[in-house]
């Protein structure tokens, strides 16, 4: 069931503008009608209700949808008021120059690994990973050191929604091998990405966590087998710690919501 379905027309509403931006271009009405759970008639009736309010922009040249500038608008405030990336900014580039390899900054959404900054090495390396991206969290470093530290009933619903759709050789294939894996990554405080998602990247990663032990999100240092391996990059775990760390403390003063006043003060 795709998220948002059972939530009345606001949540179709939401799954139609998901189904929009994995496009990841304007897209036509044929193609959104072939690969959408609604009929024809609720797909035109949402994608209509969705361009009035600015939410999808319609080109009639090329009668394609495309996000609206509205949409922009929300999505800006809640990049800047409601993800770690504006306070992680200045650590997340501390760490990268501390490193010269990429560095990665993320967050659960949902059971996915949203990535909120990126910054590349010294000498930089095409890979998946871009700021904005969704990317599976039962493969990648930051994913994995996130799950390792939620509360056990949130990992297990995470743990359920993952695929485990086999990217390489290395790639965790099952839910018991990723459990057995998240005891190894909870005793050392970090994990690793073995080329699990993309061959020939691997990365160190550690979660970001409050006070209170709450997930706030993860770190990563990232590179090649080319240029270095597993053993390379654990010796910048001490760099990794510092900048998780210091993060954390700078949410704090930011007033980053804690899990159990979030709970109490919206219902949430």
């Known amino acids: 069931m795709a998220r948002g379905a059972g939530d009345g027309t606001v949540g179709k509403a939401l799954e139609v503008l998901d189904q929009v931006a994995e496009f990841g271009r304007p ?26 309010q600015g939410m ?24 800047s008021q409601s993800t770690l990336a504006q306070v992680a900014s200045p650590h997340v580039q501390l760490l990268s120059e501390a490193t010269g390899e990429t560095v990665h900054l993320a967050q659960l959404d949902s059971a996915q690994v949203l990535y909120l900054d990126k910054r590349n090495a010294r ?28 509360p056990e009933d949130e990992a297990a619903d995470v743990i359920g929604q ?19 894996e998240l005891v190894d990554i909870r005793a050392n405080g970090y994990g690793f990405d073995r080329e699990e998602h993309e061959p020939g990247i691997i990365c160190v990663a550690m979660p970001i966590l409050s006070e ?10 990232t590179s090649t087998t080319q240029h270095t ?15 998780t760390n210091a993060i954390a403390q700078a949410a704090k003063r930011w007033s980053f919501p804690d899990h159990h006043s979030q709970k109490t003060t919206t219902g949430i």
């Open 162 to 180: 993952q695929s485990f759709h086999v990217f390489t050789p290395t790639t965790l294939a099952t839910a018991d091998a990723l459990q057995e």
């Open 229 to 243: 391996n597993l053993a390379g990059l654990e010796q910048q775990v001490p760099h990794l710690r510092k900048a």
């Open 212 to 221: 209170s032990g709450r997930v706030l999100g993860a770190l990563s240092v």
């Open 123 to 150: 000498q930089p390396v095409e890979m998946y990973s871009q700021a904005g991206k969704i990317g599976p969290a039962y493969c990648t470093g930051v994913g994995k050191a996130m799950i390792a530290f939620l």
């Open 27 to 52: 897209v036509r009405f044929a193609e959104l009608l072939a690969d959408s759970n609604f009929p024809k008639p609720t797909l035109y009736r949402l994608l209509q209700t969705l361009t009035s």
């Open 56 to 79: 999808l922009a319609f080109d009639p040249d090329r009668n394609t949808y495309s996000p609206g500038a509205r949409l922009m608008k929300f999505a800006h405030a809640a990049w």
